[in-house]
């Protein structure tokens, strides 16, 4: 299947700081990604639809001023945590569509904010 | 309001055995369907998925089943094995005016296989 890479995969933050993270599509041009977060012992949380060149789509909760996406080529998205507060820590996800209808997930990047 | 329900949110069965796990939806606008296999700490890998012109599908030892009378699909593992062992998500989606829908996931269930 198809091959998403995520950078970080763990990072550790002070309070107030800002961390970015990135989603890259490695074998194929994605126009849309997706930004999941996921709490423990709890399913997937979609935060924001991704679409190259144009503003993030946020799911209903989500605080766009806080969660930035940007998606500025067919293979690179990415979501910076602002002003990143220990709440905030979480494992985040990213996904993208191939040509199929299946989406195909990034490794994750753990965050912890102490 | 929880458009699809994993209403168990764990399983352990032998090895060998046949694992099967539940998903239930409640849009009948879905058609598609898909199961994640999720370790922890990394993201879920795509396993199977179905269209809702069918109602089975077969991979190797999986095997998801769909029953769109009531709104029901099943993973099947034949036979299962250790490695097995993380959480499943069910998935679905739908088109909505010409661009498909987002992913909805349940929330998991989580599959021991003993040895």
């Known amino acids: 299947g198809a091959v998403v890479s995520q950078h970080p995969s763990w990072v550790i933050c002070k309070s107030g700081t800002s961390v970015k993270i990135e989603c890259r599509s490695l074998?194929?041009?994605?126009?849309?990604m997706f930004w999941y977060r996921q709490f423990p012992k709890q399913s997937l949380m979609l935060m924001a639809t991704s679409n190259e060149g144009s503003k993030a789509t946020y799911e209903q909760g989500v605080e766009k001023d806080k969660f930035l996406i940007n998606h500025a080529s067919l293979t690179l998205s990415t979501l910076t945590v602002t002003s990143a507060h220990p709440e905030d820590s979480s494992f985040y996800i990213c996904?993208?569509?191939?040509?199929?209808?299946?989406?195909?997930f990034g490794p994750g990047t753990r965050l912890t904010v102490t | 309001d929880q458009q699809v329900k994993q209403n168990s949110p764990s399983l352990s069965v032998q090895e060998g055995r046949i694992s099967i796990l539940n998903c239930d939806y409640t849009n009948s606008m879905f058609d598609y369907f898909l199961w994640y296999k999720k370790y922890p700490a990394e993201g879920p890998t795509f396993l199977i998925s179905?269209?809702?012109?069918?109602d089975k599908n077969e991979d190797g030892r999986f095997t998801v089943f769909l029953n769109k009378s009531a709104k029901h699909l099943s993973l099947h593992i034949v036979p299962s094995q250790p490695g097995d062992s993380a959480v499943y998500f069910c998935?679905?989606?739908?088109?909505?005016?010409?661009?498909?829908?987002?992913?909805?996931f349940g929330k998991g269930t989580k599959l021991s296989v003993k040895p």
């Open positions: 998935a679905a989606s739908a088109w909505y005016g010409g661009s498909q829908g987002n992913l909805i």
């Open positions: 996904s993208a569509y191939d040509r199929g209808r299946e989406q195909y």
């Open positions: 074998d194929f041009q994605a126009t849309t």
């Open positions: 179905i269209s809702s012109i069918k």
